[in-house]
């Protein structure tokens, strides 16, 4: 009830800019309430992978039923050649869903990107840097770093730690988190809860402020909860993680549905 239960979605808001969208979980449903009326909406996610829980909100988000609406979607190349584009197209369709995702009247635009470094046209804002690399975890799957007039967030959102339960990272997820100012990661297990999934694709709490005072972010926000955590067990997670952040000059914070960070 405080933290949320919606699948992830995190929006971007730059100045005079369209939105960004880091995946499109059950989230864009209320972030679609959100977007004000008048032109059409446009605007850019950043997929980070195919999981279902990271792209289920796409044929909910009602700013899509209008003509004239765009999003141009970034989403991981995928290691057996397979197209995006095909992928959704076989999954927003019957049986699995009552429309064809080309019926709707907004357009999607998907880009496959991997290791990759490239620019979002921010209109007034002027260019917007992205940086894109692989991160573990089940599937190619890719952590984002977003910049802007010297502001950046970096999104982690599934990161698989060393199964051992050591901590070390892929020299790629650590350039996305280097000096970053916002560093959104994975934190779904506990300790005890990854000693029985150490290869389901996801980190500790204790990595996760590993990972952001190892590359020095200045704020980590917790991230990926695991559904069995309520409220009081989050509590007592961020209470924790807090205090080690702090002892290593990270500001460390959990995600919450509906918060707001500046940078």
């Not at 032109?39 to 209008?66: A, E, K, Y």
């Not at 996305?176 to 934190?187: F, G, Q």
């Not at 807090?242 to 549905?257: D, I, K, L, S």
Request: glycine share 12%.
């Amino acid at each position: 009830m405080g933290y949320g239960g919606n699948t992830s979605c995190v929006s971007l808001d730059i100045p005079g800019a369209d939105p960004i969208v880091f995946d499109l979980g059950t989230g864009l449903r209320y972030f679609g309430r959100a977007v004000r009326g008048g032109r059409p909406f446009r605007g850019t996610s950043l997929v980070s992978h195919l999981h279902w829980d990271h792209i289920q909100g796409l044929p909910f988000f009602t700013p899509l039923l209008s003509d004239g609406a765009h999003i141009t979607m970034y989403a991981p190349r995928q290691a057996d050649g397979t197209s995006v584009a095909d992928i959704f197209a076989d999954m927003i369709r019957p049986p699995l869903f009552p429309v064809d995702l080309m019926t709707l009247p907004g357009t999607v635009e998907f880009r496959e990107v991997c290791n990759d470094e490239f620019e979002i046209d921010g209109g007034p804002a002027g260019p917007i840097s992205v940086m894109s690399r692989t991160i573990p975890h089940i599937g190619r799957t890719l952590g984002y770093r977003v910049e802007w007039n010297g502001g950046s967030v970096a999104y982690l959102s599934d990161h698989q730690m060393p199964s051992d339960g050591s901590f070390a990272a892929e020299d790629g997820a650590l350039e996305l988190c280097r000096d970053v100012d916002l560093l959104i990661h994975d934190a779904q297990y506990t300790n005890d809860e990854f000693a029985v999934k150490r290869d389901w694709g996801h980190c500790t709490v204790d990595y996760a402020v590993w990972i952001a005072a190892e590359a020095e972010a200045r704020q980590l926000a917790l991230f990926h909860h695991d559904p069995t955590h309520d409220d009081d067990v989050l509590d007592g997670l961020v209470r924790g993680a807090a205090e080690v952040g702090a002892e290593q000059g990270v500001r460390v914070f959990g995600a919450r549905e509906g918060s707001c960070v500046i940078v």
